[in-house]
């Protein structure tokens, strides 16, 4: 794919002086288009769909900076999106806070430093690239529901093969996996892609009683013991032709197992104080994060429990094991983040994705979305449209935990912790000099092989 840049400048002659000087800083393959009113711009935004748009903000001058605000929304609502940036000599911070609202990634004031705004194109096509590959992934069938396994790993492929597979059929299935992997997810994608009409019900059996937990699954009569004053379905009556999501399951008492397993293989049950026996159709999805080796060899399952609602498995592997999947999946949550919260537009600088590669991630996806909604919030709170290293949490910045082979997630020993340090230094540089690593290195000292060494962990 050939990278394409577009400006937008009524002033044709300094735009072109601006493009030549630029020109060494892009990439050899850049195709770098040039529009002198709105409707120029639109239609090669239509033919080329360029990665980044350059605009001036007073294109009409008979118009003023209102021009420029109407180009960046019309930008913003194309499909793909291009990262926008505004380049003009309306250097009022009102009007560059008013660009960020509309959707601009960066403001910046004439004449620009040429490595400056190249740097910041060269971000802006990582991030439009970023987005293009999520839409994309998106838009496919096979992972339309599926945020958290978007990612194009292997391990993400195999888990969208499987809740495929899994919703094919009604047969019982347990979802294994460390806490904040998504089982969740998955449960809820199985029941969506499945034939099933009902409802999805779950229910978390932690700290449950045997007596509890036969009253919450298959409901009473009134008077069937103290406090029951009025009768209750049950829940699952509720799941009839539909999904019971059972999460947790290693905590549910010895006593439960059997009555429910018994429940499963009649698929009938008698609801306490009852006479009669009723049935309800139900596909039952369990989960846990607990070893299911371990489960069983304490007693904590049952082993012919367990036979029985796993005839189909699927385990999600922990976030460290899958880290090609962390930039798209870091694009998601901040995309997310800016829908659900309103946010103006906000991309992430190369040095925050190789800051969050290199992290272990214990808590697993629901760690990393929360990290990119507050590292978001703090940017936009210091007045910034970009995610920096400083954003990020003390530990994920300065990379307290690593993901390795041996002892992943762990605190590091005294070269480990020396390691992060120097490539805490690193970024910080590379963030204050557009992430041109020669200036960087220069900055710090050493030379741009010492810099990549840092980088790579060597």
């Known amino acids: 794919m050939t990278p394409t840049i577009l400006f937008a400048d009524d002033e044709q002659e300094a735009a072109q002086l601006i493009i030549s000087l630029l020109r060494p800083h892009l990439p050899p393959e850049a195709k770098v288009l040039l529009a002198k009113t709105h409707q120029e711009a639109i239609s090669l935004l239509r033919e080329f769909n360029p990665l980044v748009a350059v605009s001036d903000l007073a294109l009409d001058p008979s118009v003023g900076p209102e021009s420029g605000f109407a180009l960046i929304r019309e930008l913003h609502r194309h499909n793909p999106r291009p990262e926008v940036l505004v380049l003009t000599s ?13 959707g601009a990634a ?17 971000n802006a096509m990582n991030n439009a690239l970023l987005r293009a590959h999520y839409q994309t992934l998106r838009a496919a069938k096979d992972i339309a529901e599926l945020d958290e396994f978007q990612g194009t790993s292997s391990h993400a492929a195999r888990i969208r093969d499987l ?6 059929s009604k047969l019982p299935l347990l979802i294994t996996g ?41 409901g009473h009569t009134k008077g069937a013991f103290t406090g029951a004053i009025a ?48 049935s309800s159709q139900f596909r039952l999805i369990s989960a846990t994060n607990f070893p299911i080796a371990d489960a069983l060899e304490n007693g904590k399952l049952r082993r012919d429990f367990f036979h029985r609602i796993s005839a189909i498995t699927i385990h999600i592997p922990p976030l460290r094991e899958r880290a090609e999947d962390i930039a798209p999946l870091a694009l998601a949550a901040l995309e997310r983040a800016q829908l ?26 629901r760690e990393l979305i929360q990290e990119i909604q507050q590292a978001a919030h703090r940017a936009l709170f210091r007045g ?75």
């Open 340 to 365: 659900e919260d309103d946010l103006p537009a906000v991309s992430i600088s190369d040095p925050v994705l190789a800051a969050l590669s290199a992290y272990s991630w214990p808590g697993n996806v």
């Open 163 to 168: 809740i495929r597979f899994a919703a094919s």
């Open 178 to 218: 460390e806490s904040g992997t998504g089982k969740g997810l998955v449960a809820h994608a199985v029941h969506r892609r499945s034939v099933l009409t009902g409802k999805f019900v779950r229910y978390q059996a932690n700290f449950v009683s045997g007596d509890l937990f036969a009253s919450e699954l298959f």
């Open 384 to 458: 910034d449209d970009q995610i920096m290293v400083k954003d990020l949490s003390q530990v994920i910045a300065g990379g307290g935990q690593i993901r390795d082979s041996e002892g992943a997630g762990e605190s590091r020993d005294f070269n480990g912790k020396v390691k992060a340090y120097k490539r805490g230094l690193v970024l910080e540089a590379l963030e204050k000099t557009g992430n041109n690593q020669v200036h960087a290195a220069r900055l710090l000292g050493i030379d741009r092989g010492s810099l990549r060494r840092v980088l790579e962990g060597d």
């Open 90 to 102: 309306h250097h009022d911070t009102r009007y560059g806070i008013e660009a960020l609202k509309h």
């Open 231 to 278: 009768s209750r379905r049950g829940l699952l009556l509720e799941a009839h032709n539909g999904s019971f999501f059972l999460d947790e399951i290693d905590e549910l008492p010895l006593s439960a197992q059997v009555t429910l397993l018994g429940t499963l293989q009649e698929k009938q049950f008698r609801q306490l104080g009852a006479n009669n026996e009723i």
């Open 106 to 122: 960066a403001f910046l004031a004439k004449p620009p430093h040429p490595e400056h705004l190249a740097a910041l194109i060269s």
